[in-house]
């Protein structure tokens, strides 16, 4: 790592304001902590895709020396982002993608994968037999869509069980506990409901508890965060049978960012680990999060620690040079 680079980092994010971005947000400036010197340009879309490819555009004309972006939709984001590529500011990819490989780095879970996760683990809890409903995230965005391929996938193993109806619920729980009422027939025939989030997950037990049908019905979301309002406790307080993992990469977006900008060897794809959580493994999984927030808190107030032990020995300093003068 070279000390003195100052380089200017621009991050797009397509909607600041759930847990999940929060939290990969939190990441980003922790590893971003490591470089002094580093300056982050962050700008949040609020979920709208012309708002993102404006916010991106600022940046290039800027002059950030990296681009790390989390597209909204795919389609709408891919012209931009292949601009950055093209005039050579190397481009990470997180999370969502582009429909385009102009990219110099992917970060992120495999959503195929963890759909795939989620279709074996509804197979396996309903014994191969059972109707599902499932609750998909916003129709342009590339986790929908290979998270929708990946659960089909999961269930082929499984001819007893049938996807009886969808909807897109957009990412968010509102919209998921609207769309729901409107298919409530389908919600009284149902054994689980599969939400690609867990904040659609919530959303959807919330209907189902609303319409007075059975708590036995599992839900099943991704993303399982820690923390308050996290899927992690969701999981504990059987709110969801299940949740698949879903890292948010944004420690490892940085690390990366600055691999590429120190000119080092690095991937292209970076894709991090997944697994499912339910009843078995939540309390393992808050530990371990426990654990690790605590020396993570203790890293901050060393580092506070240090600070003010700088500002002390440069006070010293000149009342030493103060007294050598008089
Ligand atoms: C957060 C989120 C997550 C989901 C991811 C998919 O904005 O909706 O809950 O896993 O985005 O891109």
Redesign the pocket.
């Known amino acids: 790592q070279k000390e003195n680079s100052v380089y200017t980092i621009g991050f797009s994010q397509?909607?600041g304001s759930?847990l999940?971005?929060r939290t990969m947000l939190e990441e980003v400036k922790m590893e971003l902590s490591l470089h002094p010197g580093a300056k982050l340009i962050y700008a949040d879309a609020n979920g709208n895709s012309k708002l993102q490819v404006k916010q991106a555009g600022e940046m290039i004309n800027k002059g950030i020396n990296i681009l790390i972006i989390?597209p909204n939709e795919a389609q709408p984001l891919t012209p931009i982002v292949e601009e950055a590529y093209n005039k050579g500011i190397p481009v990470i990819i997180i999370?969502?993608k582009t429909a385009s490989s102009a990219y110099t780095a992917y970060v992120g879970a495999d959503?195929f994968q963890i759909g795939k996760m989620a279709g074996e683990y509804a197979g396996e809890a309903l014994k191969g037999k059972g109707n599902i409903v499932e609750v998909m995230?916003l129709p342009g965005?590339?986790?929908?869509i290979e998270r929708q391929r990946g659960f089909n996938e999961g269930l082929k193993k499984y001819p007893g069980i049938k996807i009886i109806n969808q909807v897109y619920g957009n990412?968010l729980k509102k919209d998921t506990e609207e769309q729901l009422v409107k298919i409530k027939n389908s919600l009284t025939n149902v054994n689980a409901v599969f939400a690609?989030?867990?904040?659609m997950a919530s959303g959807s037990r919330k209907v189902l508890n609303d319409l007075k049908l059975s708590e036995q019905i599992k839900v099943i979301g991704?993303?399982a965060l820690p923390g308050q309002g996290g899927g992690l406790q969701m999981v504990s307080s059987k709110i969801l049978t299940a949740s698949v993992l879903?890292p948010t990469g944004g420690k490892e977006a940085i690390s990366t960012a600055f691999k590429i900008l120190d000119r080092e060897s690095f991937s292209k794809e970076n894709i991090l680990q997944s697994l499912v959580i339910d009843s078995t493994n939540v309390d393992l999984m808050k530990l371990q999060w426990n654990k690790f927030s605590s020396q993570q808190k203790d890293i901050e107030r060393q580092g506070t620690l240090l600070e003010e032990q700088k500002v002390l020995f440069k006070n010293q300093q000149i009342v030493l040079n103060v007294t050598v003068i008089t």
Request: charged content about 25%.
């Open positions: 397509c909607i759930d999940w971005r989390s999370d969502r959503n995230g965005s590339s986790p929908t990412w690609h989030n867990d904040q991704i993303d879903y």
